[in-house]
Nanobody, 121 residues
């Protein structure tokens, strides 16, 4: 079974920084892309940042210049460095992976359980 586990969330003051990590484990043949989504209470889940197997990146306009996504292919891990955090960044952050499993060979999306990020003074 494939699992994605996020870590690094917490409480931070406006202007502070956090670094999120997401490690994918299990019988994975190939990861095509990984990304971070976030969802605030009562709001739609939105893409924050994504990175492909070729290291091309995509960011939401609201986080450009503040957040940086990166990956360690050897560890099947994706990171999100968040700087200059704002109260509106408060949300549950979810890791996503577009991958193909060894067993079965089917491609599909997998999600982590989420990690809470709270930006408040």
């Amino acid at each position: 079974q494939v699992q994605l586990v996020e870590s690094g969330g917490g409480l931070v003051q406006p202007g502070g920084s956090l670094r999120l990590s997401c490690a994918a484990s299990g019988s994975i043949l190939r990861i095509y892309a990984m990304g971070w989504y976030r969802q605030a209470p009562g709001k739609q889940r939105e893409l924050v940042a994504a990175i492909s197997s070729a290291d091309s990146t995509n960011y939401a306009d609201s986080v450009k210049g503040r957040f940086t996504i990166s990956r360690d292919n050897a560890k099947n891990t994706v990171y999100l460095q968040m700087n200059s955090l704002k109260p509106e960044d408060t949300a549950v952050y979810y890791c996503n992976a577009d991958l193909r499993r060894v067993i079965g060979g089917r491609r599909g999306d997998y999600w982590g359980q989420g990690t809470q990020v709270t930006v408040s003074s």
